[in-house]
Nanobody, 122 residues
Framework: QVHLVESGGGLVQAGGSLRLSCVASGRISSIDAMDWYRQAPGKQRELVAATKSSGLSTNYADSVKGRFTISRDNAKNAVYLQMNSLKPEDTAVYYC???????????????WGQGTQVTVSS
């Protein structure tokens, strides 16, 4: 089956940067969406950045526009989130989301990474 592995989280000071990575592995036929979500304490999970398989379409939450950049490496089945000018309000668990069709599968399914903690200190 499809498995997502996230990495790159950590603790940084305000104004710092982090680069998150998510790699999909397994018996994958195709991948459509590769997105990043986050969930802060006491808050609902929200979409941070999204891509489509073409790599030409991206979407960002208003709160991160101009600071975060999402990118994909389709050859590696990977998606990245470059986070610059981090703010304390960016503190959250970040989750990779992938919509993919497994080999021998007829439909696309939703897959979630394990989450990686990002903490921004003031």
């Amino acid at each position: 089956q499809v498995h997502l592995v996230e990495s790159g989280g950590g603790l940084v000071q305000a104004g710092g940067s982090l680069r998150l990575s998510c790699v999909a592995s397994g018996r994958i036929s195709s991948i459509d969406a590769m997105d990043w979500y986050r969930q802060a304490p006491g808050k609902q999970r929200e979409l941070v950045a999204a891509t489509k398989s073409s790599g030409l379409s991206t979407n960002y939450a208003d709160s991160v526009k101009g600071r975060f950049t999402i990118s994909r490496d389709n050859a590696k089945n990977a998606v990245y989130l470059q986070m610059n000018s981090l703010k304390p309000e960016d503190t959250a668990v970040y989750y990779c989301y992938v919509r993919a069709r497994p080999k021998n599968g007829l439909y696309e399914y939703d897959y979630w990474g394990q989450g990686t903690q990002v903490t921004v200190s003031s």
